[in-house]
């Protein structure tokens, strides 16, 4: 009995960290670059036309960006996917429940599915409002991110729907950096210390991060 | 001590179960949990009621056959098998929730015996190794390194009992399947097999509708036998060699 990686539950979960791990890459990127916004408008705004330029001359205008996007949507598709097929497999697997209940496992490894499926809306939600603009508040100004940004943040939902958002990420990284690195068989006994502090460390840095714009427009250290 | 046990009656694999309520006295401390239970259905036959009916064998944690969740806990507050847990963890006047294993890879048979087969089937599918019988062989012919040996030697004390499936959120035998194959991986006489073994008991634990890791620990805690949950990164790590190297994907 053969098995290939997309029929084994252990295969399935090798897909859902290894996009995992591709989308935690992207955003420690992409967190980094929003920092630039407390160096101005026009910073920001022509970090973000360099983001459309990337690449050229060998590539054309946008191309990276549109690789970029490929693969980010095809590993959200990849993790939700496995995540819904996982999940579902693991609920069958314990259908009842024990009349003693106890409290077990730590948050951040209670939460992962809640907190994937908050961060999954969150995707839909934040490309409709600073991508698309179809959600955004005022009128949505292509070529000026800055704005759109201060507009977003100046409403007190776009404000918690983005911190909550953020939140439930530094907790699923907490746990999903950790575990990947259990999925692909390079934890080890040494190493498990070093693994936890750097996934507590990454889930720390990613939230502060993020979390420092909205921030600095409520208080209007950027406005 | 007097006690007050909760117990859940089941009359067979079809039949509707749920938690009866009994009264034992005069439990000694240093009674194991399985003489309370024999206390209990010493006065349940004398009463003409139908006895409990729980796994046991050996009653030394050695064999795996004993279970129950007791008050939530696979193999109750100790780490140790249900044979081995003493009452003196116990104290006079406590309430004591006792379940089978909860899995839908491990049916109730009757009251708190489940049945475990699906792990026999685990281990069919590559849970041993192909030596030529005979004579037993020179004990040096084979070297194995002695880190490779204490690894082996720690998977292998694995008692298949099932604790880590009943403690596991999810009814994952991710930890049982992990010592089964690390024990046989790691040593050269378990070489020839060492792709097939990974990649079969792996496919046959997910037959058998075991659900996946969530690396959630559970199953490490309960295990009577501390195989660790590394364990299970290390089989994640031979699966994804097997599937590798092997040209069987
Ligand atoms: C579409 C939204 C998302 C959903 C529905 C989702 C859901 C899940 C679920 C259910 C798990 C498994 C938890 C477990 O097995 O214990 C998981 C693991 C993981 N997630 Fe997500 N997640 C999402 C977004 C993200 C994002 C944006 C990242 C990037 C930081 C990420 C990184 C990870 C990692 C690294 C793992 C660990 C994989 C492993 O256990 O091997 N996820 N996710
Ligand atoms: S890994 Fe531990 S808990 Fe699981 S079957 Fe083996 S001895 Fe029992
Ligand atoms: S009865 Fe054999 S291990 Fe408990």
């Given amino acids: ?223 | 001590m007097k006690l007050t046990l909760r117990v859940w009656r089941q009359k067979n694999a079809d039949a509707d179960g749920a938690m009866s309520t009994y009264e034992v006295d005069g439990i000694s401390a240093d009674m194991s949990f399985l003489e309370m239970l024999d206390t209990l259905n010493e006065e349940l036959i004398l009463k003409g009621e139908d006895p409990v009916a729980f796994d046991h064998d050996c009653r030394e944690g050695i064999c795996g056959a004993c279970s129950l969740v007791i008050n939530g806990d696979a193999h109750g507050p100790e780490r140790t098998t249900t044979c081995q847990l003493h009452m003196r963890s116990f104290e006079d006047g406590d309430t004591i929730d006792i379940e089978p294993w909860r899995a839908s890879a491990f049916p109730v048979v009757k009251d708190l015996v489940v049945d475990r087969s699906a792990f026999d089937r685990i281990i069919q599918a590559g849970g041993y190794i192909t030596a030529p019988t005979g004579a037993a062989p020179e004990a040096h012919a084979t070297p194995v390194p002695k880190p490779d040996a204490d690894f082996a030697f720690e998977h292998a004390e694995c008692i298949g009992c099932g604790a880590c499936v009943a403690a596991c959120p999810n009814g994952a035998a991710m930890l049982f399947t992990s010592a089964k194959i690390n024990h046989l991986n790691v040593l050269p006489q378990g070489a020839p097999e060492r792709e097939t073994r990974v990649l079969d008991m792996v496919g046959q634990m997910d037959e058998e509708g075991f659900g996946g890791c969530t690396l959630t620990g559970e199953c490490a805690t309960a295990c009577p036998k501390g195989i660790p949950l590394v364990s299970i990164t290390s089989m994640n790590k031979e699966w994804l060699r097997a599937t590798r190297t092997s040209g069987k994907r």
């Avoid at chain 1, 910073?43 to 191309?63: K, S, V």
């Avoid at chain 1, 003693?100 to 839909?124: C, D, E, N, Q």
């Avoid at chain 1, 439930?168 to 575990?179: D, E, K, M, P, Q």
């Fill in chain 1, 1 to 223: 009995m053969t098995r290939t990686m997309w029929d084994s539950s252990v295969g399935k979960k090798t897909v859902m960290a290894v996009s995992g791990l591709i989308m935690l890459a992207y955003l420690v990127v992409h967190m980094l670059g929003n920092l630039k916004i407390f160096f101005g408008s026009d910073e920001f705004n022509d970090y973000a036309h360099w983001l459309r330029t990337l690449g050229e001359p060998f590539l054309h205008y946008e191309w990276a960006l549109w690789i970029i996007r490929v693969v980010l949507v095809a590993a959200v598709v990849a993790h939700a996917t496995s995540a819904y097929q996982l999940s579902r497999r693991d609920i069958r697997a314990r259908p009842t429940k024990y009349v003693h209940k106890k409290p077990r496992a730590s948050y951040a490894t209670r939460t992962m599915r809640w907190g994937g499926i908050i961060l999954g809306l969150f995707i839909v939600w934040h490309i409709l409002d600073l991508t698309t603009g179809t959600v955004h508040p005022d009128g949505f100004q292509t070529g000026h991110p800055y704005q759109n940004v201060i507009d977003t943040f100046s409403t007190w939902y776009g404000n918690v729907i983005y911190i909550v958002a953020m939140l439930a990420l530094g907790l699923h990284v907490r746990h999903g950096f950790w575990s990947a690195a259990q999925t692909l068989g390079v934890g080890s006994r040494a190493r498990d210390r070093a693994l936890k502090v750097t996934a507590n460390v990454l889930a720390l840095v990613l939230t502060v991060g993020f979390v420092s714009v909205p921030v600095a427009v409520m208080t209007g250290v950027v406005s």
